[in-house]
């Protein structure tokens, strides 16, 4: 676990040289973390990300893209300095009975990927980024302590002192795995605008209708005269 902690801090520390080489910040794990209780002067910041898991009894795969990572941040008014604190949320194997929470896997560059959307986070505000896919809430470790978003809405922030976490396997290390973020976007359709609408009258429309008129008119009276012509 040493190990892997320590890449997590290494890439954070980059990223923040990077971005903000005149600030401190420093990177720990909490395995107590819960969401929407903050203490005062803290802010939050979630992701779900796409990760796998290999349970340690059958050695069974599986994967998920509603892993649950969860921030919270601390920033000095007076210093340009700062704390983030940090939790993987677990899962279980569906096919074990009592089976224990395993923790997902991650590669160093899907852990750079997660650092590098906190790390440009500067405003104390609460902001969660959902990912679209199927879901095992049964199985899923913030399910089950009612922390997920899959789970239903989640309950607004609220400050408090030191809270415990409940009675469930909560130990993790981050390891290597696969990670895609997706954010879900509203599409919005907008009609062509050569297209007419019964409600909005498009102008240009209106202009297309009249040359047709006068085009069909033109070709009606050659016809004719056409007609006469041949006619004498």
């Known amino acids: 676990m040493g190990e892997d902690v320590e890449v997590w801090k290494q890439v954070f520390q980059e990223l923040i040289q990077e971005l903000k080489p005149w600030h401190k910040w420093t990177l720990t794990l909490d395995k107590d973390l819960?969401?929407?209780?903050?203490?005062?002067?803290?802010?939050?910041?979630?992701?779900?990300?796409?990760a796998r898991f290999q349970c340690s009894l059958c050695s069974c795969r599986w994967t998920s893209s509603q892993v649950q990572v969860l921030f919270h941040m601390h920033k000095s008014k007076a210093e340009p300095q700062g704390k983030v604190k940090m939790r993987v949320f677990a899962q279980r194997c569906r096919k074990c009975f009592q089976s224990p929470f395993e923790v997902p896997e991650f590669t160093t560059e899907n852990i750079s990927r997660i650092l590098n959307n906190l790390s440009m986070e500067e405003l104390p505000m609460i902001k969660e980024i959902s990912l679209e896919g199927p879901h095992d809430s049964n199985n899923c470790e913030a399910c089950l302590q009612g922390f997920c978003a899959q789970s239903g809405p989640l309950p607004r922030p609220s400050y408090a002192g030191p809270t415990q976490a409940a009675s469930l396997p909560t130990h993790w290390s981050p390891?290597?795995?696969?990670?895609?973020?997706?954010?879900?976007?509203v599409q919005v359709t907008r009609w062509p605008e050569g297209l007419c609408s019964h409600r909005a009258p498009n102008p240009r429309c209106r202009y297309g209708n009249v040359c047709c008129f006068c085009l069909v008119l033109v070709i009606v009276v050659i016809i004719v005269e056409t007609i006469q012509w041949i006619s004498t």
């Open 175 to 185: 390891r290597a795995n696969t990670y895609h973020h997706v954010e879900r976007r």
């Open 34 to 50: 819960l969401p929407n209780t903050l203490q005062p002067g803290w802010s939050q910041y979630q992701q779900w990300a796409f």
